[in-house]
């Protein structure tokens, strides 16, 4: 299964790296930007928004990332469920001894006891290293999220809303050069859909 995994990303971003390269040959720059056409695509495969935004080298970077955290979520979970079956194992063990022999040793149901317990606590161990993964994972997705978004924003140039404001300021002058610029602030808001 990892095998196959690690060949369909391998594959994926030798596609990706082929199709980018077909796109900046044949498709001229578009003055058409938007930052959700890139935060959408980031939202359904992270690192899908950077690529269309030329930025391969994030995009793939995030891929990658977000594809390590998703192997390591998964195999986290298999981890869990052997956890899970041999707790419950032991669990049937103790019970299945207690209720074969009328008169049970009790060096021997302390030792069942315990061996049970050690398996709660490594079913434990296990499913709170698989929340903290889970929660890289949301915390990594939520980042590339608004780190797209923020890229968006500068990717959008002059086709974005909002006000612009210029500050003119006194230029700095020596005894020499008496041109001062004079002190004043533009104000500029442009509407655009």
């Known amino acids: 299964m990892k095998k196959f995994v690690l060949f369909y ?19 001229p720059e578009t003055k058409d930007r938007s930052r959700w056409d890139l935060v959408w695509r980031s939202a359904v495969l ?14 793939r970077f995030t891929m990658v990332i977000t594809s390590v955290l998703l192997l390591s ?3 986290g979970h298999k981890e869990e469920l052997e956890r899970k079956r041999e707790f419950e194992d032991s669990r049937n063990l103790f019970l299945t001894y207690s209720n074969f022999y009328p008169q049970p040793d009790p060096g ?7 061996y049970q317990h050690s398996k709660q606590d490594d079913l434990d161990g296990v499913r709170s290293r698989n ?8 915390a990594k997705y939520i980042l590339q999220l608004a780190y797209t978004y923020w890229r968006g924003i500068r990717w959008e140039e002059e086709n974005s809303s909002g ?12 005894s020499r050069d008496q041109v001062r610029e004079p002190f004043g602030m533009d ?3 442009r509407f655009h859909f």
């Open 187 to 189: 104000l500029k808001y």
């Open 131 to 138: 929340d903290l993964r889970l929660a890289l994972l949301g």
């Open 9 to 27: 990303i391998f594959l994926f971003f030798g596609l990706t790296s082929i199709y980018s390269q077909e796109q900046t040959t044949v498709a």
């Open 163 to 174: 006000f612009d404001f210029n500050i003119r300021t006194y230029s700095q002058s020596d």
């Open 46 to 59: 992270p690192g899908w928004g950077l690529l269309h935004a030329k930025e391969y080298r994030k995009g």
């Open 73 to 75: 979520e998964l195999k």
């Open 108 to 114: 021997m149901v302390v030792l069942l006891a315990n």
